[in-house]
């Protein structure tokens, strides 16, 4: 007799298969619902890569990824798709506006880099180069010390959440680098050729502070 003893141990079920394979599952826009990275940044930033793959809920627009608040600037590092608006890439209240959509409720891989020289950055989406530019908040390093949340959109440092810029949908594995990766490193990770572990952040449920009742769900965007 086979018995199955996921079926017999509910926990189980709940087990991931590795503590990297996981997203997070929003289901619905609150202003409640989000989860803190455990580790803030620690050095200032020059340069930057941040990766995550993304499944759009529902619209109007995406909500807020991630964002990263510092004491004195709420909008130090933030991606957001608003209402209509097109999606942006904000870094010390400035904004760039990306060329990313994502409509169709599928997964897709989403990568921006940004330096600090000139303010460069570009957008990627499925390993693909969708657009760059300059002057985003150029000569100003990401300051550390802040707290990095997914899912909504900080007013102030860690909370004042708007239900209307929170994110809807599912998110995972979010890395963040302290430097600019090549497109080929992108593009690798986006087909799933390889994976790079972000230095200043990476995605093991270690890392992820869940709260308002966000659930984790075993995934892997590779399988």
């Known amino acids: 007799m086979n018995l199955n003893l996921s079926s017999i141990s509910p926990g189980n ?9 996981f997203l997070l599952d929003f289901p619905m826009r609150t202003n409640y619902m989000y989860a803190r ?27 807020t990824p991630f964002s990263y608040a510092v004491p004195g600037q709420a909008n130090e590092l933030v991606l957001i798709e608003w209402g209509s608006n097109p999606m942006e890439l904000l870094i010390n209240d400035k904004a760039a506006t990306l060329p ?3 409509t169709d409720e599928k997964w897709h891989h989403v990568c921006v880099t940004w330096s600090t020289r000139d303010g460069v950055w570009e957008a990627y989406q499925d390993g693909a180069k969708k657009g760059s530019g300059q002057n985003l908040s150029a000569w100003h390093p990401i300051k550390p010390g802040g707290i990095f949340i997914l899912g ?9 959440f708007d239900v209307t810029q929170s994110f809807v949908g599912e ?37 992820v502070e869940l709260h308002g009742g966000l659930t984790e769900l075993s995934f892997d965007p590779c399988h």
Request: hydrophobic letters at 40%; one cysteine or more.
């Open 13 to 21: 079920q709940k087990k991931l298969k590795s503590p990297t394979a």
């Open 152 to 160: 909504q959109e900080q007013d102030t440092m860690g909370g004042r």
């Open 171 to 207: 998110l995972s594995d979010l890395q963040f680098w302290s430097r600019v990766l090549t497109s080929s490193e992108i593009y690798s990770q986006a087909t799933c050729g390889g994976h790079l572990v972000g230095d200043v952040m990476s995605w093991s449920e270690e890392s």
């Open 100 to 102: 990313i959509t994502m």
């Open 37 to 63: 990275m455990r580790r803030s940044v620690v050095t200032e930033i020059f340069a930057l890569t941040i990766c995550l793959w993304l499944k759009a809920g529902a619209g109007p627009g995406l909500g």
